[in-house]
């Protein structure tokens, strides 16, 4: 088993990688005096993320949970209405459809932790027999793997249901026509968190087609406040803007992003070329042609075959100084969401049981690299060698 020395630093899940170049930008918002939300950077970030993504609209928010939360409320998502979520993702992307009193109906996943739409179809035709549609259905591109949006856009069409993207872990990915992540929804939600594949330290954005729902997302983003000299109020906001000072650090990402999805890529092919053939291990595969960020490499371990789970490569890796995290644990399986509909079989809950989540930071070296492949190899080669029953 390998031993952290005192001169070996911890090795983090995903911490955040600067480029160099946010002192500059911070720099020129603090010269001009704009360090409260809104400025002149909080424009040129929300640009930037329109050419990558492709949307004409994008607002720069204080977190994806908040641009979430406004397209739930624009999508008209209230009391006793349904919104159709993937069981298998963080809870930041549903909470808001509790924030607007609505009801989360939680779908099974496929393989590679997507939701499942053939379990969405079914359920849709089934429900629009009834007169029982959701006001609107979420996908997430999880772990920086795209969903088929296409598809998802076309059952979306068909039931006349509003298709909102929880887009918050996959920028810089593109869908298997091609397309940045995102796109195909009426709503997409990005994340800009410290552990993402970019960060503002904390921050998101929400992007559309859709200018009127801008325009009134903007309003509410701040404070509801109508276009008076006093303040003016019909309805109640948030204060969901982001800062100035964030979207300088953003601007300063942004330019790096290309990089970080390629180190992020590079990072995973050294876990699949050092575990991909071994028996008993999978990786959450990306649709053929999409192009995922990569921005957690999540590692399958069947425990029958290799002898040890997840739980005792967490271990083995958390006593030699490395971070590791099992994958999200199905929405329909915690606690606040115990009495909420879930509709499909046991694959998310398999992932969540047999998935681990590997560092992935931009910024690893080599040898760090190194140490977490020689971690793993040593602790699977123990149990490839013990019967699972003497090694747990």
């Not at 929804?185 to 859709?210: M, P, Q, R």
């Not at 930071?361 to 060698?385: H, K, N, P, V």
Request: contains cysteine.
């Amino acid at each position: 088993m390998t031993v952290l020395s005192k001169a070996q630093n911890k090795i983090w899940l995903s911490p955040p990688h600067l480029s160099g170049r946010e002192q500059h930008f911070i720099s020129q918002a603090i010269a001009s005096n704009y360090i409260a939300p809104l400025g002149p950077h909080v424009e040129q970030f929300e640009g930037m993320l329109r050419e990558l993504t492709g949307f004409r609209n994008v607002l720069a928010l204080s977190s994806g949970t908040a641009a979430i939360h406004l397209a739930l409320r624009l999508c008209g998502a209230g009391v006793g209405d349904e919104v159709w979520c993937p069981t298998m993702t963080f809870i930041g992307g549903i909470a808001p459809v509790l924030y607007q009193g609505a009801k989360p109906r939680f779908f099974d996943c496929d393989a590679n932790a997507l939701i499942d739409l053939d379990l969405v179809e079914t359920a849709m035709e089934e429900a629009a027999a009834l007169g029982q549609l959701p006001k609107a259905l979420m996908i997430a591109d999880l772990y920086g793997l795209t969903c088929d949006s296409k598809r998802a856009a076309a059952i979306c069409a068909r039931f006349g249901v509003k298709l909102i993207n929880d887009a918050a872990e996959a920028l810089g990915a593109t869908d298997n026509t091609g397309r940045p992540s995102g796109q195909g929804s009426w709503a997409a939600a990005y994340s800009f968190n410290g552990n993402k594949i970019i960060t503002t330290s904390g921050g998101g954005a929400l992007a559309t087609d859709d200018g009127d729902m801008i325009a009134q997302a903007k309003i509410l983003a701040t404070q509801a406040r109508e276009p008076a000299p006093h303040y003016e109020h019909t309805t109640f906001g948030y204060n969901y803007r982001l800062s100035n000072i964030c979207a300088a650090v953003g601007c300063a990402q942004m330019e790096v992003l290309a990089d970080r999805v390629n180190a992020r890529r590079a990072i995973f092919e050294r876990y699949r070329a050092a575990f991909g053939q071994m028996a008993g291990i999978r990786f959450l595969e990306e649709l053929p042609g999409s192009r995922s960020n990569r921005w957690l490499t999540v590692m399958l371990i069947d425990p029958a075959v290799t002898g040890v789970n997840r739980e005792m490569l967490r271990l083995a890796l958390d006593h030699a100084g490395i971070e590791a995290r099992p994958a999200w644990k199905p929405m329909h399986m915690q606690p606040v969401f115990a009495d909420s509909i879930f509709t499909g079989g046991s694959v998310a809950e398999l992932i969540f049981e047999n998935g681990l989540c590997l560092p992935s930071g931009s910024a690893m070296t080599d040898a760090e690299i190194d140490r977490i492949i020689d971690t793993l190899a040593q602790t699977l080669r123990a149990g490839y060698a013990v019967p699972m029953a003497a090694a747990s």
